[in-house]
């Protein structure tokens, strides 16, 4: 039953792919004369309505078999197995793919060593061993006993030995450790943690200078199970929640990338920077375990209560820690110990490439991307996504081979490896090839998972293509319904009302770097959008893809000392450009006028994205140029340079701070002012 | 007789840049059917002749002697009236320009008071003024003898008083304060040091850490005049050699551009850094004084005898000083006094920008530039370069005018403010408007000066664009012949051989800053050239434009560490990508094939430069950014990152140096396999 509600979804995406990538990008040209028309291939409903009755459920689901059937985690030879079947079925002659390939690099990945597991135990003053976290997660299927499912562990976290009493210090934030500090000797301690509010690789970072010397960071159930406080009767395989020895693994560096050739592709003989200078791994040993593991440590921690929002959904409560657990539990006076043996090594990691040329503009490039490693067999992540990929290029491809059709531009596809040791195949991907890239990609697509039942729809994008995916969401029907469009079902779950067109669904911002988008619109600034189907968030509070809304509030501080009529002025001549453009575009007659102006009008329309990346915004912070989309540590969606520096600013009252806030609103101001003069009329 | 040959070389310059705006850039198609023949608006040769025809040498002397009526030195109210001189050309319907404007920077300059003139004086031990340096140049002519002349001074350098014994520090190189460090103790004292060999602020720079307090900097004779130690009869106004009160003004910071904004526009309420933050400013007081002055200081040193090349023309030996002057000496114990009083401030500097739009591909911009500030009267920098530009404005708006023609791409024309300062002008004007420019700018032409007598043209330009500068110099005759072309002339005075194409004129290479081609070629990676008539070299030795002509030496020491083998490989496929272009060019049948197909490869074409630019390839150089024409500090002429790098691992041998130079071959090789990209055939 839910496996068929799935394959609903993953053929609901599958068409919706298709119409985003043979559809409408930029402004097409009318069809006559003759010329003209050899020129627009414009895209024609029927057409669409035939791909769409092509998307077989059956084969994506035998492509989801074929890819799963044993773990593939990055450059292992489950891995390279999933290389060898894409490849094939690409390079296959009757695919109708122009060509295809492998892109390899030698990349640094992080490993636990296999015949000596990485072990949290509770260790008494006699040295006794007293509880031992479970290695492994438990198994409910046979395969999921793979010997080659990996333990849990923290990628890049470094090998060490740590041993102190436990403290509980809520999501490891800075301002967490800060209070804990307030009323106990963090020196000598462990941490554990919960997953969210702060980065995989900063809980560790944060927790360092306060001498804390080992971390353990679980899943809380309040944050993932809707605080079902969730036995096995609860969870997966009865429903969708987290299992109690279910652990998040995860890359813990901060910059995406192979971590030893930032800005440079991996190559054989690349130069690479030192292990110990990678950017923004933990300094401390730090180990994931279930929330079965954490509850056992947690509930028998002493010391003071925590505040209310640092509580999670065990049925105890969550105490600072003594440090150390309280007197009354068996654990009294006993130290938690915790021994890491993850090594870095350099691996051979692969791209799966495949291209279908255009017929009218073949140096402009839409490109659709997918990562085909995963943690363990990814059913879900990242492979349902290449299941739609392979489905998506077998039907263009059939169309292709039969030559009746063509894109009139030219679409390429990645199956990306490495992606979940920090997007390292696309970032390697858009290192080497940025030049051509940036010339020639119209946008790119990025499809990573097709998550859970009663799916709908979610879309993050750079704003210029929410057209494209209003279009495409509205010619195709939502899953299991013959009346209701992909669009008015998401509508319904996600939307919010714009000044402009009223009530249409909310399409969300491509901030960080949560997958493979992320090389292509912040290092890039290619335009850009990341699709997936979701779950119902009315019903379920699980802690990912927060939204944000609440642009420009910090102006009302910055504005005390800092002049905003600039930037108001920059976005007056963005908006004034843009709104002309969309003149230009629906006053011309297209069919009398040279072609090359629906070139040059898409031209603008390609560039925008690239006007706004800047590699002098952020000196600090590895491949993110875009102004608007860079990351961010304040809670402020867009402007993220300025409203770091104006959070700053504003919490330090230093005059040097204000500088530099100061300093951000020129950069954006002249991004925006960049930006407007890429759309305005080329006669100005 | 000097006006007339002047006269000669501004038309020559105007008929050839005539010849390349409406020349060839990349390929163009052929004429027919009729929808072809209306995109391609090819040159044909007729068009070119009646061009050249019209270049009316009597009206460049009325631009040259409207232009220098009075000095404009950049923001002062002579510039003002060259501004609205301009505009008032440019504006006036009958022009035939599109369009006209100003584009205004507040921009931080430097200048000496007026009231307060800087002054270098001996002083003896009872502080009796026993020599002064002249504060001004001796004027030949009333209008040298206007107040608005500005006196000698070095803008940026700080205010100051400084005072002690003199000694000779050569070109104030780090090597030359060195040798003189062996023997003397330089704290406390003043050098004088000539022009050369180290740019004009690092000769203070340099001097600081020895404990030199003050620096005097002049042009001697030896590198300027031939060796002739030229007195008033051999100087001018009786030849082109310098006279001995004349002094070189000119920027003393090391980047270009507006000094308080780096990387932004400096508009109105542009976020400043601090003053004491300008980047290569001199730390300590420094003023250039004419060689007159010098011999006077130079001739009575004590000490002993400096080195044979430190040598200049003074009929006298040059010693290092004691430090100071020599017992024989009348200044025998006495000590020069240095008083500075320039001051910086926020001014209002005017680029002049006119348009004529293309018919075809109005966003494509060829443009051309010029600085219109001069230091003082500025007939031959930068006016004469402005007379001939006003002259090809005419001509081609003329045409434009009578409806009969109009280029197939933009024509924008830049009248640059402040260069003297730092090519403050285009380089605000290339942070302004980096966007669209990087998208839009084909190539970039810059005529600053057109020098001397018996000229030839001197050509330096990316490598791309010197097919346009033959093409265009073979249509044109050389001054004062009738027979013998600007190409065959130019063969004469400047040449090298090809492998591939024999004997051909030498084009240089944009390295370096010396004029407003800097923020396009390295900030912006946009093909560009830089022309000018000059003097023939085989009769003087002045010492500017030194060629380069060692690249690649140094990779025998890199190679017994590193293996260049990506390199040749990138540089294979660079070639490949090359010749594979080209064979498309000449096979490909464009009267029946898309008009699509010309524009692809011109943007091919268009966007080679820009495949070099990196901006992470020069974190400590400004606007630095192609990997292949940045400044180098090296004696080896391309790749200046690796060259600095290996010059710097030879000289220390240290691990982590030759590390660094690893480094930089990866950026280069990853430059040219993207440069190689973007050239390769599109289906690719």
């Known amino acids: 039953m839910l496996k068929k509600i799935l394959l609903f979804g993953f053929a609901g995406l599958a068409v919706l792919a298709v119409g985003i990538l043979i559809g409408h990008f930029g402004i097409e040209q009318d069809n006559s004369p003759k010329w003209v028309r050899d020129l627009s291939q414009n895209v024609d409903e029927s057409l669409i309505k035939k791909f769409i009755a092509e998307v077989d459920n059956m084969k994506i689901q035998e492509n989801l078999r074929k890819l799963t059937e044993v773990p593939h985690m990055a450059t292992t030879p ?13 390079q296959d002659k009757d695919s109708g793919l122009d060509a295809a390939w492998r892109e390899d690099y030698r990349v640094y990945l992080s490993f636990p060593k296999k015949d000596t597991p990485n072990t949290v135990t509770v ?3 006699s040295n006794a061993v007293l509880f031992k976290a479970q290695e492994k997660e438990k198994a409910y299927t046979p395969d999921q006993e793979d010997p080659e499912v990996v333990q849990p562990y923290a990628a890049y976290g470094p090998a060490g030995h740590a041993r102190g009493k436990l403290v509980y210090a809520n999501q490891g934030k800075v301002s967490d450790y800060e209070l804990l500090n307030r009323t106990l000797d963090l020196s000598g301690t462990i941490a554990i943690v919960r997953y969210g509010g702060a980065g995989r690789g900063a809980k560790a970072i944060n927790a360092a200078p306060f001498g804390v010397v080992g971390v353990l960071v679980y899943t809380d159930p309040y944050d993932i199970n809707d605080g079902l406080m969730s036995d096995e009767n609860e969870t997966y395989p009865h429903s969708w929640y ?5 652990a998040e693994r995860g890359s813990f560096t ?3 990338g192979d971590p030893l050739t930032p800005y ?10 030192p ?11 730090i180990q994931p375990i279930g929330f079965g593991d954490a509850q056992a440590l947690i509930c028998e921690l002493g010391g003071s209560a925590a505040p209310t929002d640092w509580q999670g959904s065990f049925p105890c409560t969550y105490n600072f820690g003594g440090p150390g657990f309280r007197d009354a539990s068996t654990y009294r006076d006993s130290e938690v110990k915790l021994d ?3 090594a870095g090594e350099l691996r051979n990691s692969t791209n799966v490439m495949g291209v279908i040329w255009g017929s009218v503009e073949p140096d402009r490039y839409v490109m659709y991307g997918n990562h085909r490693d995963s943690w363990v067999h990814g059913a879900i992540d990242p492979s349902s996504g290449t299941a739609v990929m392979l489905e998506i290029t077998r039907i263009l491809g059939e169309k292709v081979k039969s030559g009746k059709w063509r894109p009139r531009r030219t679409i390429i596809f990645g199956s990306w490896g490495a992606e979940e040791f920090g997007l390292i195949g696309s970032a390697e991907y858009a290192e080497e090839y940025i030049s051509k890239l940036s010339q020639r990609a119209v946008a790119y697509i990025n499809v990573d998972i097709s998550v859970f039942a009663n799916a709908t729809l979610r879309a993050s994008a750079s704003p210029i293509a929410q057209n494209v995916i209003f279009t495409a969401s509205k010619q195709v029907n939502a899953a299991g319904s013959s009346s209701v469009s992909v669009y008015d079902n998401w509508l319904k779950y996600f939307n919010r009302t714009s000044p402009t067109y009223g009530l249409i669904p909310n399409v969300g911002y491509l901030t960080g770097a949560g997958s493979d988008y992320a090389p292509f619109i912040h290092y890039m600034g290619i335009t850009s959008m990341d699709l997936s189907y979701t779950y119902d968030r009315s019903k379920t509070r699980a802690r990912i893809y927060p939204a944000y809304h609440t642009a420009y509030d910090t102006f009302d501080y910055a504005s005390k000392y800092i002049d905003p009529e600039p930037l108001k002025e920059a976005v007056k001549s963005f908006r004034n450009a843009a709104a002309n453009l969309d003149r230009v575009i629906h006053s011309s007659d297209l069919l009398n006028e040279t072609p090359l102006k629906a070139r040059r009008i898409n031209d603008q329309l390609m560039l925008l994205d690239r006007a706004f990346v800047d590699p002098q915004a952020f000196p600090n912070k590895y491949a993110y140029r875009h102004v608007i989309w860079a990351s961010r540590t304040s809670g402020v969606a867009t402007f993220p340079g300025l409203a770091d520096a104006v959070e700053k600013a504003r919490t330090t009252g230093l005059k040097e701070d204000w500088a530099e806030a100061h300093k951000h609103l020129s950069i954006v101001t002249q991004a925006i002012s960049g930006a407007a003069h890429t759309l305005t009329e080329v006669h100005q």
Request: net charge negative; charged share 25%; no cysteine.
């Open 78 to 90: 489950g891995d390279e197995a999933t290389v060898e079947y894409m490849l094939k079925r690409w």
């Open 123 to 125: 260790v008494s003053p």
């Open 242 to 246: 987290l299992p109690p020895s279910g």
């Open 254 to 256: 901060s910059d995406f």
């Open 264 to 273: 440079l592709a991996a190559k054989k003989d690349t130069y690479r920077i």
């Open 275 to 285: 292990e110990e200078n990678i950017n923004g791994a933990p300094p401390i040993p």
């Open 340 to 342: 890491v043996y993850n």
